[in-house]
């Protein structure tokens, strides 16, 4: 079981950063991957970024590459979303999430409840 909880959303205006922390609680947590996804109003939720579990890689969806940064501290069970950049459109509730492997919004396993992120233009 691996419980996570995201903080540091919030309100920033476009062309602004932001970075997301997540916390998991669990025993196991360098045998996870971990990865954030966002769900903006009226949309699906979507793939943003992924780290494997030692964090030997990253996978970024295209739209955010070059300016979002995913990071973990296995000492420390945490990761981290470092946003660059922040566009208007990027306004959604993202969500931190674990799972196995190049996981996605279908196959991840446990999710955190999300945190908003608020892009002013």
């Known amino acids: 079981q691996v419980q996570l909880e995201e903080s540091g959303g919030g309100l920033v205006q476009a062309g602004g950063s932001l970075t997301l922390s997540c916390a998991a609680q669990t025993r196991t947590f360098n045998e996870y991957s971990m990865g954030w996804f966002r769900q903006g109003p009226g949309k699906d939720r979507e793939f943003v970024a992924l780290?494997?579990?030692?964090?030997?890689?990253?996978r970024y969806a295209e739209s955010v590459k070059g300016r979002f940064t995913i990071s973990r501290d296995n000492n420390k069970n945490m990761v981290y979303l470092q946003m660059n950049n922040l566009k208007p459109e990027e306004t959604a509730i993202y969500y931190c999430?674990?799972?196995?492997?190049?996981?996605?919004?279908?196959?991840?396993?446990?999710w955190g409840q999300g945190i908003q992120v608020t892009v002013s233009s």
């Open positions: 999430a674990a799972g196995e492997g190049l996981f996605g919004t279908s196959t991840a396993q446990y």
């Open positions: 780290i494997s579990m030692l964090a030997r890689f990253t």
